[in-house]
């Protein structure tokens, strides 16, 4: 059985592969309910900007940023 954090992974590796392929639905998909760290968001929308999809670009640029005070 898998533990949260390599699910977390799997779920990144996903995302990752799923902007590269410019999948617009299967990203909105894999990030409904999402809250990610400030950081995995900006890494995620520079590799967005790589493929030059304004709708991927949108998608993640939307994505909730978790409050970092509550860790």
Known sequence: M????????????AIKTTIANNEEQRLKEL???QVMQELEKSYL???AKIGNNHAILKIL???PVEN???Q
């Open 68 to 70: 970092q005070e509550q």
């Open 2 to 13: 898998e533990n949260n954090n390599d699910q977390s992974m799997n779920n990144f590796a």
């Open 61 to 63: 640029e939307n994505i």
């Open 45 to 47: 929308i520079d590799l």
């Open 31 to 33: 990030l409904a309910g």
